[in-house]
């Protein structure tokens, strides 16, 4: 089975400042995806940004970029530039690659608050 | 398109009652799922389909029975509720490849309180 740990559950950063938010898998499989979904306070789950494990280049989507660290099994979330709209919960999660399911597995999820 | 839909959007039910709640795509998704949301505890998968016909069990099924008679529609039952069922549902659909990757969509969630 896998797990998902997200230890921070809130980080507060200024508007504009970049912040991190960490998260650590652990699972035995070799090819998985990672995921950073944003749950803002309409309770939509909006996909961030995926990482597929057997890529070595860091996934990036605009001011959002991971840090994929396969062998200590990490997988953080920079956030550039943050907006007042990133105010959300952050929720990092899991998929095996292979088989005909698409099973997540969620961390706890870490709330996220832009200050102005 | 309305991807996918959930209803209510609110319900609140007395300890033993019984409802449905109703999960339904509109994109010719072979793969839908329930979650739980519960504070401190991130989503959990509740139950998972991967066809009409089939059904599986996920982390934290106890409780809450389902079935998929057709492709669009995945109804979560909650035969006698418990309080301990309070929580926000959500219903997640995709396309079923074997090793490809393959969106999930969310619906907008169901929050249900159970007194």
């Known amino acids: 089975a896998q797990t998902v740990t997200q230890s921070q559950p809130e980080m507060s950063v200024q508007e504009a400042e970049t912040v991190t938010l960490s998260c650590t898998y652990d699972?035995?499989?070799?090819?998985?995806?990672l995921f950073w979904y944003k749950q803002p306070p309409s309770r939509q789950m909006i996909l961030v940004i995926r990482?597929?494990?057997?890529?070595?280049q860091n996934a990036t989507e605009n001011r959002f970029s991971v840090n994929f660290q396969k062998a200590a099994k990490s997988f953080s979330l920079k956030i550039s530039d943050s907006q007042l709209g990133d105010t959300a919960m952050y929720f990092c999660a899991f998929m095996k690659r292979t088989g005909a399911n698409s099973k997540l597995t969620f961390g706890k999820g870490i709330t996220l608050s832009v200050r102005p | 398109n309305a991807g996918v839909t959930q209803t209510p959007k609110f319900q609140v039910l007395k300890t033993g009652q019984s409802m449905t709640l109703q999960c339904a795509q509109d994109m010719n998704h072979e793969y839908m799922s329930w979650y739980r949301q519960d504070p401190g505890m991130g989503l959990r998968l509740i139950h998972y389909s991967v066809g009409a016909g089939i059904t599986d069990q996920g982390e934290v099924p106890n409780g809450y029975n389902v079935s998929r008679s057709t492709t669009e529609d995945f109804p979560l039952r909650l035969l006698s509720a418990a309080p301990s069922q309070t929580s926000v549902y959500f219903c997640?659909?995709?396309?079923?490849?074997?090793?490809?990757?393959?969106?999930?969509?969310f619906g907008p969630g169901t929050r249900l309180t159970v007194l």
């Open positions: 997640a659909s995709s396309y079923a490849g074997g090793g490809s990757y393959n969106e999930q969509f």
């Open positions: 990482q597929e494990a057997y890529k070595q």
């Open positions: 699972t035995s499989e070799n090819n998985y995806y």
